[in-house]
């Protein structure tokens, strides 16, 4: 097993839906938590090379050459190559089939190889179970099944096999037992070919950027809980936003920050409305149950996410600590519920309905009652502050919930609260230069400042609106790239957010300046790979890639700026 740290422009994922895997370069499997994306690892070879476990292809003559999902599938292509020949490794997981796992064919190849398979259960905490069943079978702690086209060979925490040149190969790693696996093989991947067509078949984009858009929209959907429609944030858990710093994350769960920059992203992209509209339902099943509507993100069977836990693995390029679970957890955060608001605002508007109006209507009154309480703001900080862009989402949020509202006393009750807290802003909020200010009484602008004529709450070109542009130009852009302030660290130490540099292309769509957009969607772009991935952050100088990926905020920001663009530039209406 290599020490190297895996690249993190060289992944590549495949997924079911349900969970999802990590590949290298090289077809070895390097992060894969089974059954639930949030579930303990099998293999995290990507944060311990060393004592994580991969799933490897080790193999001498042959190199990479390319690779490529299948249409519009989670069905992966890895292409080698050499002086003696050509592999072909196909890898997916079968989606709503007989079967949930990994399946992996490989061609014939010109060079004989072997597959390593050392799986590393619970993060590690426990050592693997292994068992020969027959010559080509064995189970891994007792609840997975693996299966091959050729002899296995078990010793003691790993599981080997040697396959020779000029023949086929294929492996299953199953969750439950196959009565014929190899006849179940072709049988699946059709299928899941199938339903990944039928899946993709909601939205359709045509137009300037459309390969990166429909990139971003193919990780959408495989980060994409499909029992009840929640979108985790990232597929991974503590991969640094500053390398060999603190600042290593769980983001394996739903933030409800998300939810708007989100949905307007697939219902604006062209959507039939399934996706976007099970994503409502999963958030407001959740606040439904949840006493009082302030939790910030929510696990998968949509609960509030636990505390952070501690993990003993090395770290990514040794950054500690690595942990499951997340602190922000119990924090306030007002645009938590406001964000909820404008996905719904965005779903009644081109869908013509007002579903779970009941628990919108909880949130909105929230807001009114809370919104003059500090919060944690969007960047969820540890000290509490009167954190400006909290407050202009909340304004807004009720501002177009409440043309929803058919109770002319709540309608009016919801609008004086959002011209009260603009209010607030206009007279608490700027700095003295005159530009928006990250919290009320600072002299620091963050960029999420620029969201604001995007969400609604003021002109593009307005007095505020244009020193707080100059001041971000001056203060946290880099070879038009930008980055985020925080008040508890150094952000000059971390990359630049990519999310948030998108944003800035997407202000000046606004503006109509189209050397811009387009230069900073360049810039953004080259922390794009050949798969589409995205991470949080990119380092400008470096190109180095840092945070959890593929980040469903930054693709989800990618495709409003790029459909921004292609209305303002092109005429064409949303």
Known sequence: MTEQFTPLQDLALIGDRRTCALLDKRGSIVWYCPKRFDNPSLFASLLDPQKGGSWTLEIEGLEFKERAYLEDSGILQTHFSGEKGKLLLEDWMPLYARFYGICRTLSPSPVPYRMLLSPRPNYARQSPVLEQKEEKQATLDFDFHLYASHPLAVEQDTISCQVPAGEEAWFILAEKALDKPKEMLEEVRELSLKNWREIASHITYKGPYEEEVRKSLRLLRMLTYAENGGIIAAATTSLPEVIGGERNYDYRYVWLRDAAMIVSALARAGSDGEEERKFLSFMCSAMHRIPAPVVPMLTLDTQPVGTQQALNFRGYKNSQPVEYGNGASDQLQLDANSNVLIAAKVIYNRYNTREHWETIQGLANFLVAHWQEPDH???????????????????????????????????????????????????????????????????????????????????????????????????????????????????????????????????????????????????????????????????????????????????????????????????EEE
Not at 539 to 563: C, R
């Open 377 to 571: 703001g969007i960047w969820e900080e540890t000290p509490i502050a009167q954190y400006t862009s909290s407050k202009v989402i909340a304004s807004i949020s009720l501002k177009y919930i409440a043309e929803h509202s058919t109770d002319e006393d709540e309608k009016k009750r919801w609008q004086d609260t959002s011209e009260e807290i603009k209010a607030y802003v206009e007279e608490n909020c700027i700095t003295s230069e005159g530009a928006y200010a990250v919290y009320a009484g600072s002299e620091q602008v963050d960029v999420s400042a620029i969201l604001f004529p995007i969400w609604g709450f003021n002109d593009a070109d307005s007095e505020a609106m244009l020193k707080t542009i100059e001041v971000l130009e001056r203060e946290n852009c880099q070879d038009h790239l930008y980055r985020r302030h925080l008040v508890e660290f150094d952000s000059s130490k971390e990359g630049a957010f990519l999310a948030g540099t998108l944003w800035v292309a997407q202000y000046w769509v606004m503006r109509r300046d189209w050397d811009k957009v387009e230069a900073i969607l360049a810039a953004a772009l080259r922390f794009m790979n050949d798969m589409g991935i995205m991470p949080e952050e990119g380092d400008p100088v470096t190109g180095e890639w840092l945070g959890n990926l593929p980040q469903t905020f930054v693709h989800a920001s990618l495709i409003g700026t790029v459909i921004d663009y292609k209305n303002a530039r092109y005429g």
